[in-house]
């Protein structure tokens, strides 16, 4: 962005830190390249942060406001999580799989966005992030099959259009 935009001011992206560091399990070398590597991002009410159906080439870890997390169905979308500072959002680039949810932005959002390449070699140091990161893919899997069943099932018995 221009000089005037506030996430790009020096220091912010430090501050980003303290929120997902924990989540990252960050040691002073991974700090470094965090801070090399990342950068923030914006995002208003509703936008999309990140699409169904993509395989993402970063990972995004909010650091301010929530994200809303949906399945897209045939006549619209089902909203079934919230995800909150420290969460990730398009966690799937790390297995080279399409994303299944739809993640929008449910107020006005700041994400920290770390390309591939280096959670690629967060990982590599941190088998404990691996696992925590497959795990969270499996419950969004798992969410995201419950709220399509449970919406199939509501719209079935009350016969919405």
């Known amino acids: 962005g221009d000089a005037s935009d506030p996430i790009a001011e020096p220091g912010k992206l ?7 560091g924990p989540t990252l399990h960050l040691g002073d070398v991974e700090r470094e390249l965090v801070l090399a590597s990342g ?13 169904a159906g993509v395989v993402p080439d970063d990972i995004r870890f909010i650091v301010k406001g929530h994200a809303r997390l949906a399945v897209e169905v045939a006549d619209g979308r089902i909203e079934f999580a919230t995800a909150e500072p ?30 591939l390449g280096t959670v690629d070699e967060l990982v590599s140091t941190r088998p404990l992030l691996a696992a925590e990161i497959g795990q969270s893919i499996e419950l969004k899997r798992k969410l995201a099959a419950d709220a399509v069943a449970s919406a199939g099932l509501a719209r079935g018995v009350l016969e919405i259009p």
């Open 39 to 51: 950068r923030l991002e914006r995002y208003g009410i509703g936008e999309i942060v990140v699409p």
């Open 14 to 20: 430090e501050q980003a830190l303290e929120v997902v």
């Open 86 to 115: 420290g969460d990730y959002i398009g966690q799937t680039a790390l297995t080279r799989e399409k994303t299944l949810v739809t993640a929008l932005a449910a107020d006005i959002l700041t994400v920290l966005v770390l390309p």
